[in-house]
């Protein structure tokens, strides 16, 4: 088999190509709570999460969302509302969801991870 480096070549070619086709699957958004408090947090994302425990530092993965091949999902495609407390005292809340403030960032070809990083200065 002399022309193994033709193949080779040929689906490289093929199998880099970055065009999106019906077939293809779709778009897939992650989302991700972060408490970057010095508090335990009480969480609450419908229709993910009722009523949830945020530990200082962690991070809470609230779901994966499939989209069309045209675009990704975003927060306000995925939860209702989202509330912080900790102990039984309101800190934040986001009702309807803010697609804005939540950081999204591609994380490979087909995923958006979308984080919301609940900091002290938000309440």
Same mark, same amino acid.
């Given at each position: 088999?002399?022309?193994?480096?033709?193949?080779?070549?040929?689906?490289?070619?093929?199998?880099? !190509?970055?065009?999106?086709?019906?077939?293809?699957?779709?778009?897939? !958004?992650?989302?991700?709570?972060?408490?970057?408090?010095?508090?335990?947090?009480?969480?609450?994302? @419908?229709?993910?999460?009722? !009523?949830?425990?945020? @530990?200082?530092?962690?991070?809470?993965?609230?779901?994966?969302?499939?989209?069309?091949?045209?675009?990704?999902?975003? @927060?306000?495609?995925?939860?209702?509302?989202?509330?912080?407390?900790? !102990?039984?005292?309101?800190?934040?809340?986001?009702?309807?969801?803010?697609?804005?403030?939540?950081?999204?960032?591609?994380?490979?070809?087909?995923?958006?991870?979308?984080?919301?990083?609940?900091?002290?200065?938000?309440?």
């Amino acid at each position: 088999m002399k022309n193994w480096p033709i193949v080779v070549l040929l689906l490289m070619v093929v199998g880099c !190509s970055d065009e999106v086709t019906p077939t293809d699957p779709g778009n897939f !958004s992650e989302f991700y709570l972060v408490n970057n408090t010095s508090y335990d947090l009480n969480v609450s994302a @419908p229709p993910v999460v009722e !009523s949830g425990v945020l @530990p200082v530092g962690g991070e809470l993965k609230l779901g994966v969302l499939d989209g069309w091949n045209e675009g990704f999902p975003v @927060p306000s495609d995925f939860l209702d509302y989202l509330e912080v407390r900790y !102990s039984d005292d309101f800190l934040y809340s986001q009702n309807p969801i803010v697609d804005t403030d939540w950081e999204p960032r591609r994380g490979s070809y087909r995923v958006m991870i979308f984080r919301f990083i609940v900091k002290e200065d938000l309440f």
